[in-house]
């Protein structure tokens, strides 16, 4: 499979815990976004990646969270001393490089569950 | 920012009906416009795109046109099927990141 993976798919966590999730975008793709859907909502824009510098962060992204993309390749999102709040689908995106307004084409999603 | 609004949902036709789910953004520069869908149990999957004014996406039967004189990318798709019930996100990207909208779910009844 030559899609964007995402792992894990699914995630349940006490109140409190740090949890941690993996993005390995397609291939040759320099740009990747990390989003987050709650029921009944659009995917809200997290933050985004050109290679392995983080170019924008979200304001609603606390200081609880946080990303990496060290090598340009796979991204790993960490949330810290997660809350009940928390409790979403955390999607991940990557686009092609040189083209400029070209879609995104995203994982399966981690749904993250914060009991 | 970018935003995009879209109809509020839930939509419910008969199979064979005429859709149209209204899309319209605020966007800076020369956005594409997007719309995603979304089945049960499964991640965004793009339907179509557009990437300047007055061009038109088409795909699975489903059309929009881009039309920059009244910022909007209306969704339609001329006789429903059971098989298209899902949810459908309406999206603007420019270079950095792409903006979706709350997301409309239809519901196609036999």
């Known amino acids: 499979d030559t899609g964007v993976s995402q792992d894990p798919r699914h995630k349940i966590t006490k109140r409190g815990q740090n949890v941690t999730f993996r993005c390995d975008p397609i291939s040759e793709h320099n740009r990747l976004y990390w989003y987050r859907q709650t029921l009944g909502q659009g995917p809200e824009f997290l933050t985004y990646f050109q290679n392995e510098a983080q170019l924008e962060k979200s304001r609603l992204l606390s200081d609880r969270f946080s990303a990496e993309r060290p090598k340009g390749s796979f991204s790993t999102l960490e949330i810290q001393r997660t809350e009940q709040g928390d409790s979403a689908m955390y999607l991940c995106?990557?686009?092609?490089?040189?083209?400029?307004?070209?879609?995104?084409?995203f994982g399966q999603g981690t749904r993250l569950t914060v009991v | 920012g970018d935003s995009v609004t879209q109809m509020e949902g839930p939509v419910t036709l008969s199979e064979e009906a005429f859709l149209t789910i209204n899309c319209t953004y605020t966007a800076t520069g020369y956005p594409s416009l997007f719309w995603y869908v979304q089945y049960p149990g499964e991640g965004l999957q793009l339907l179509l795109k557009a990437t300047k004014a007055d061009d038109k996406g088409s795909n699975k039967g489903f059309e929009a046109t881009y039309r920059k004189e009244t910022t909007s990318f209306h969704l339609e798709k001329g006789s429903v099927q059971v098989s298209d019930s899902a949810v459908y996100f309406c999206g603007t990207g420019g270079y950095q990141k792409v903006t979706f909208g709350t997301g409309t779910k239809l519901q196609v009844i036999p």
């Open positions: 995106a990557s686009r092609k490089p040189g083209e400029l307004n070209t879609e995104a084409f």
